[in-house]
């Protein structure tokens, strides 16, 4: 019985966020251009404390990927005010939580604290901001952690590169073609002077969105945040927002790697509009049917019914400029890749040629309805959720708005964007291959 009291608010709040209660909040702009996010839910006497910045690997130089991630780690690092390895400490005396996350379009920090310990999350981010340690001893600290994570999840990984492989040949000019974690070689030539440079250009209030979300009294907070952020100058210059764009693919690119793995991959990877745009939702139901749950497409046919492979999915990637929809399997024990191509056609061209059933559409609301309720069913959900909205398509409301645009979507739009963007003329197709078959 305890358990089902403990877990009754937040099931509370997960349906009254179905019923289409709005999250509250407000927003605001400073002097020094940081935007600023505040929601107020006293339902547990936490608050997150959390800071967007608008750089993502597409920002780095080509000479120098991997920077925006490995800033994730320097940060960590200390300030003038804070010791080396003491930021962790503050967090964790204060019996908080605390962690930060890179994309290929923003890097995010946040603090999970005891709403008493609001302040303490507030001169965190600050000094992180505008005191950040950025010296050749934490630099060359984080460049031996960065070098570690490569190898541990991609190098060392089986299939650890497909996403790398993958993207490398779907984007010619754009930076999406690099990843995230970047080239160890970038980052063990580039000297003390380019990363204080990259901390320049890019940490800075006029680069930031600012998103608190918890236990906090609004009128108290602004207060608090103009303690901590308000002498905070802006960055010099203009950050750079365009990018070149991708020319279509106009033909299948095709190509084999063999790596240390045992069973093989077929990888696909097509040209998609970027998120929010109008097709994005209707594509991004597209992969839920094909491969989100047990009884998705790909699952059931290829999986259990053909038994052809172990694993498979597809899905789009939400990023701030046009981008890439990737569909995978890796093939079951005695299932070459030719075999295991012609299976994932044949469920792709299901969906290209009928309609999907009522109750099949039926389902794909319900998993959308449930995806964005279990988004913003946190704290520090909820803190994310705003900053991005804000930050993607200047518009942090859609995190009350934006189900009716899934909602919007047809049957007939699914399949219109299924013949649209999953052209077998317009891939990338990899296979990933046993180092053992290797001719």
């Known amino acids: 019985m305890k358990r089902l009291i403990s877990l009754f608010p937040i099931s509370f709040l997960l349906l009254q966020t179905a019923m289409g209660q709005n999250i509250k909040f407000v927003e605001y702009d400073m002097p020094n251009g940081l935007k600023v996010l505040l929601h107020e839910d006293h339902t547990t006497p936490i608050v997150a404390v959390s800071v967007m910045y608008h750089v993502g690997s597409k920002n780095e130089k080509p000479d120098r990927t991997g ?45 999970v604290l005891p709403s008493n310990q609001l302040a303490l999350g507030l001169w965190l981010e600050s000094e992180r901001m505008l005191h950040a340690r950025v010296e050749e001893v934490g630099i060359e600290t984080q460049r031996q952690v960065v070098k570690e994570e490569r190898r541990q999840r991609v190098d060392n990984q089986p299939y650890g590169r497909v996403l790398e492989e993958t993207m490398l040949r779907t984007f010619s000019v754009h930076p999406y073609h690099h990843s995230t974690i970047g080239s160890m070689e970038h980052l063990d030539a580039a000297k003390e002077e380019d990363y204080k440079q990259f901390y320049k250009d890019f940490y800075r209030p006029d680069n930031a969105i600012l998103s608190i979300a918890g236990d906090i009294d609004i009128e108290q907070t602004k207060k608090l945040i103009d303690v901590y952020f308000k002498d905070i100058p802006r960055g010099p210059g203009t950050i750079v927002r365009k990018f070149p764009q991708e020319p279509p693919l106009t033909h299948e690119i095709r190509d084999t790697v063999y790596d240390n793995v045992q069973l093989p991959a077929v990888i696909y990877s097509y040209h998609i509009p970027a998120q929010g745009s109008k097709d994005s939702y209707a594509l991004r139901m597209l992969g839920m049917l094909l491969s989100q749950g047990e009884s998705s497409r790909m699952n059931k046919v290829i999986v259990d019914q053909q038994q052809k492979a172990v694993f498979a999915g597809a899905f789009p990637f939400d990023l701030e400029d046009p981008g890439a929809n990737i569909a995978f399997a890796v093939a079951n024990m005695g299932v070459d890749a030719g075999e295991l191509e012609k299976s994932m056609d044949a469920v792709i061209a299901e969906v290209q040629q009928n309609l999907i059933s009522e109750e099949e559409f039926q389902k794909l609301q319900n998993q959308v309805e449930n995806d964005f309720v279990t988004a913003n069913n946190t704290v520090r959900g909820i803190a994310e959720s705003l900053a991005n909205y804000e930050m993607y398509y200047g518009d942090a409301n859609l995190i009350n708005t934006e189900l009716q645009r899934y909602r919007n979507v047809t049957r007939e739009d699914i399949k219109r964007v299924a013949n649209q963007y999953y052209k077998k003329n317009a891939r990338v197709v990899l296979y990933w291959l046993p180092k053992t078959s290797q001719p």
């Open 67 to 111: 920077f925006a991630h490995f800033f994730e780690h320097l940060l960590f690092e200390g300030s003038d005010n804070i010791k080396r390895g003491e930021f962790d400490d503050y967090i964790n005396n204060a019996g908080g939580t605390n962690n930060a996350n890179t994309t290929y379009d923003r890097t995010f920090y946040y603090e």
